[in-house]
């Protein structure tokens, strides 16, 4: 069984910075992509980032301030939010494919305050 754990969600103030963290454990194989998803309440789930072998693509509404990192053969993958803006506030969840299938995280929250 798969499961991903996510860690480094909380609160921060606007302009303040949090590191998302999450690993992956049980029987997966071939990590092809990495991600970072993030909904916020009455909106619909959305991309943050997303990280395959180097390559990464953010949301526009990140761009400059997220970093994405990924170990594929760890299957472990961080975001590093800084520059944190209220409508940044949201539960991120995180994301492994393998092969086609999608492995999710719990989701942690994280909240900025103004």
Same mark, same amino acid.
């Given at each position: *069984?798969? *499961?991903?754990?996510?860690?480094? !969600? !909380?609160?921060?103030?606007a !302009? &303040?910075s949090?590191?998302?963290?999450?690993?992956?454990?049980g +029987?997966?194989?071939? =990590?092809?992509? /990495?991600?970072?998803?993030?909904?916020? @309440?009455?909106?619909?789930?959305?991309? =943050?980032?997303?990280? +395959?072998y180097?390559?990464?693509? $953010?949301?526009?509404?990140?761009?400059?301030?997220?970093?994405?990192? !990924?170990?594929?053969?760890?299957?472990? =993958?961080?975001?590093? /939010?800084? +520059?944190?803006? @209220?409508?940044?506030?949201?539960? $991120? $969840?995180?994301?492994?494919?393998?092969r086609?299938?999608?492995?999710? &995280? *719990? &989701?942690?929250q =994280?909240?900025?305050? +103004?």
């Amino acid at each position: *069984q798969v *499961q991903l754990v996510e860690s480094g !969600g !909380g609160l921060a103030q606007a !302009g &303040g910075s949090l590191k998302l963290s999450c690993k992956a454990s049980g +029987s997966i194989r071939g =990590v092809d992509t /990495m991600g970072w998803y993030r909904q916020a @309440p009455g909106k619909q789930r959305e991309l =943050v980032a997303r990280i +395959s072998y180097g390559d990464s693509n $953010y949301a526009d509404s990140v761009k400059g301030r997220f970093t994405i990192s !990924g170990d594929h053969a760890k299957r472990t =993958v961080d975001l590093q /939010m800084n +520059s944190l803006k @209220p409508e940044d506030t949201a539960v $991120y $969840y995180c994301l492994q494919s393998s092969r086609d299938v999608d492995y999710w &995280g *719990q &989701g942690t929250q =994280v909240t900025v305050s +103004s």
